[in-house]
């Protein structure tokens, strides 16, 4: 049964901290997406990668978030410095190459003090 | 400016009830469709989609939706809800061009029994 893989599934840590979180797509998968999940917002798409380079960011504060894929088993999302507002539940979710369906990770759940 | 809106934000239904989850999108051209269900402290799993076809789609654990082009929606149901629904329901949608997820804001469903 394939999954989407995501560490950590908790992390709490301190505003100016470097966070980073690690996802496991599904084999095979050529899409890779992140999202952010937040009461006030909902679920917000950060990024998305086919064949590992990035297609859309345009959802992700560029001066302290970083997304990359190093290889097609992993994507990273990086926060530098870290600020309470980015406590949230991050997503990440793979699609195949041949279908629009997103299948989603457990998710990383963020807290920020 | 692309949008997809669920207008109910909480729902309480007992047991055995029906239920009807609304879904509208606004967005040119041609969309695939989905919606998501999230149980509480879970990630989200797919619980049906419409890409082209029968307007009437059929999910998982007794789902379906239906496709209304024009009215731009893309209704939930299910004639008898289990206390086991209790969750979170999100609608979905992308454009034909792009895999990008445009999320609702979600409608917390509660069943009681």
């Known amino acids: 049964d394939a999954r989407v893989t995501q560490t950590p599934r908790h992390k709490v840590t301190e505003m100016g901290q470097e966070v980073t979180m690690r996802c496991q797509p599904i084999l095979g998968h050529n899409t890779v997406f992140w999202y952010r999940q937040t009461m006030m917002q909902g679920l917000e798409l950060l990024a998305y990668?086919?064949?590992?380079?990035?297609?859309?960011d345009s959802g992700m504060p560029k001066d302290r978030f970083s997304a990359e894929m190093p290889d097609a088993t992993l994507a990273t999302l990086k926060i530098q410095p870290s600020e309470p507002r980015d406590s949230a539940v991050y997503f990440c979710?793979?699609?195949?190459?041949?279908?629009?369906?997103?299948?989603f990770g457990p998710g990383t759940r963020l807290t920020v003090l | 400016a692309q949008s997809v809106s669920q207008h109910n934000h909480h729902v309480i239904l007992s047991e055995a009830a029906s239920l009807e989850l609304g879904c509208n999108y606004s967005y040119g051209g041609t969309v695939n469709l989905f919606w998501y269900v999230q149980y509480p402290g879970q990630h989200l799993q797919l619980l049906l989609k419409?890409?082209?076809?029968?307007?009437l789609v059929k999910g998982i654990k007794g789902f379906e939706a239906e496709f209304i082009k024009s009215k731009f929606s893309f209704n939930l149901r299910k004639p008898s809800v289990q206390w086991s629904d209790t969750a979170e329901y999100f609608c979905?949608?992308?454009?034909?061009?792009?895999?990008?997820?445009?999320f609702g804001k979600g409608t917390s469903l509660l069943v009681t029994p």
């Open positions: 979905a949608v992308t454009s034909n061009s792009g895999y990008a997820l445009n």
């Open positions: 419409y890409f082209s076809g029968d307007p």
């Open positions: 979710a793979s699609g195949p190459r041949t279908d629009n369906e997103q299948f």
């Open positions: 990668f086919r064949n590992r380079a990035p297609l859309d």
